[in-house]
């Protein structure tokens, strides 16, 4: 498995998205320059903002698109394209409705899910061959109310458990950037002791 070179965090930037649901992706990639020392500066001709950072003594390219979820596509392909990067070596972090908040899973390949940005990026790649982490948010229990749910902000609660779940997946980056998507998606989707013990029936 190539080694991972770019890591793209989905959301709709300005300040009226900042906390939403839907930018669990920007959360990652914040959390995750937070983290590592990297400062985010745009990138007109990439369409976003960036910021190259080091995991696991590799250098790798921090993405947050600036186009909007539904054309970000433009961006992660003029990134790939600029830096040489296949998509095989990209990872692209989301928000998931089908995962709790505090759940975060890594993939590799597939569909869109009905993901938005997903969707764009593979219209313009004609595939969906790179790795994902996906960011429960939880699902509101109805369709109709699914667009208000995702572009509004967590509770206290459900902010929590996802800001834990983005630190859990920070955790085995450095395996995946080394290659060993296996181990890493091993650790990240064997849950986590509770501490609670267990009790007799």
């Known amino acids: 498995m190539a080694v991972l070179r770019l890591i793209v965090g989905l959301g709709n930037p300005g300040p009226e998205y900042a906390r939403s649901r839907h930018n669990a992706g920007f959360w990652f990639v ?8 990297g400062r985010f500066g745009l990138d007109a001709k990439l369409f976003g903002e960036t910021c190259k950072v080091e995991i696991a003594g ?58 938005n ?16 982490l996906r960011v429960g948010i939880g699902h509101p229990g109805h369709k109709d109310l699914v667009t208000p749910w995702v572009l509004g902000r967590p509770g206290g609660d459900d902010d929590m458990l996802m800001r834990r779940a983005i630190d859990d997946a920070i955790g085995v980056l450095p395996l995946l950037v080394a290659g060993d998507a296996s181990e890493a998606m091993k650790r990240l989707h064997t849950p986590r002791d509770s501490g609670l013990g267990t009790r007799d029936s």
């Not at 914040?30 to 020392?37: F, M, S, T, V, Y």
């Open 30 to 37: 914040d959390a995750l320059a937070d983290k590592l020392g």
């Open 58 to 115: 590799e250098p790798v390219w921090l993405l947050r698109p600036g186009t909007f979820m539904n054309l970000s596509g433009k961006s992660v392909t003029a990134a790939l394209r600029y830096w040489k990067i296949e998509p095989e070596q990209a990872l692209l972090a989301h928000d998931e409705l089908d995962l709790a908040p505090g759940t975060a899973r890594l993939k590799f390949d597939g569909g869109h899910g009905g993901q």
């Open 117 to 132: 940005g997903l969707r764009d990026t593979m219209r313009l790649l004609g595939h969906g061959r790179f790795h994902r």
